[in-house]
């Protein structure tokens, strides 16, 4: 069975950096089209795609955010890590983590999500 | 960037009743779109990918037509649980999710 799970700082000021680790069970990011990606969601609002690892370390960024992302794996540890640069309000969101299906960019497996909220 | 449009916001209807959705794309995305399924304070759940794939437990009654930049997903007999947020999303060019379309009981 197949479970991510979020971990990180619920609340970061203006201007930091933001470290979330997912860690996830039941598959391994060494091969055979596994991926993990980043997505988020302001509340309220629709679902914004961040980042995608996949199990040969290549990997993907949202243009509009690609200079502030940072998207790394560990695999003896089972975990992905997302960083996210000057950190402003806008970003407050659920930051989930997700398992790329096998074949596709789709996600089939998603974490809890954990709430980030930017505020000094 | 791709944008995939949502309509309606928001879709009042009652169990029993049939639900369409509509996700138009602003480039053609092939048949790379998905459909995911969001219950307040749950994480979404993946329903149809690649326009025709139902996942792994998803009923019959979840249906997808299109290709291209026009798709609607079909719910044909609403159930209790089917009441959520409905989202598209394009795998084509880079990844993005549409605006969602809200199912509310009428």
């Known amino acids: 069975q197949i479970t991510l799970k979020e971990s990180g700082p619920t609340l970061v000021k203006p201007t930091q950096t933001l470290t979330l680790t997912c860690t996830f069970s039941g598959f391994s990011l060494t091969g055979g089209g596994q991926g993990v990606a980043w997505i988020r969601q302001p509340p309220g609002e629709a679902l914004e795609w961040l980042a995608l690892i996949y199990w040969n370390d290549d990997k993907r960024y949202s243009p509009s955010l690609n200079s502030r992302l940072t998207i790394t794996k560990d695999t003896s540890k089972n975990q992905v890590v997302l960083t996210m640069t000057n950190m402003d309000p806008v970003d407050t969101a659920t930051y989930y983590c997700?398992?790329?299906?096998?074949?596709?960019?789709?996600?089939?497996?998603w974490g809890q999500g954990t709430l980030v909220t930017v505020s000094s | 960037e791709i944008v995939l449009t949502q309509s309606p916001a928001t879709l009042s209807l009652s169990p029993g009743e049939s639900a369409t959705l509509s996700c138009r794309a602003s480039?053609?995305?092939?048949?790379?779109l998905a459909w995911y399924q969001q219950k307040p304070g749950q994480a979404p759940r993946l329903l149809i990918y690649d326009a025709s794939n139902r996942a792994p437990g998803i009923p019959a009654r979840f249906s997808v037509s299109g290709s291209g930049t026009d798709f609607t997903l079909t719910i044909s007999s609403l159930e209790p649980e089917d009441f959520a947020i409905y989202y598209c999303q394009q795998r084509s060019h880079w990844l993005t999710f549409g605006g969602g379309t809200r199912v509310e009981i009428k």
């Open positions: 480039q053609s995305v092939g048949p790379s």
């Open positions: 997700a398992h790329r299906l096998g074949s596709a960019s789709y996600f089939d497996y």
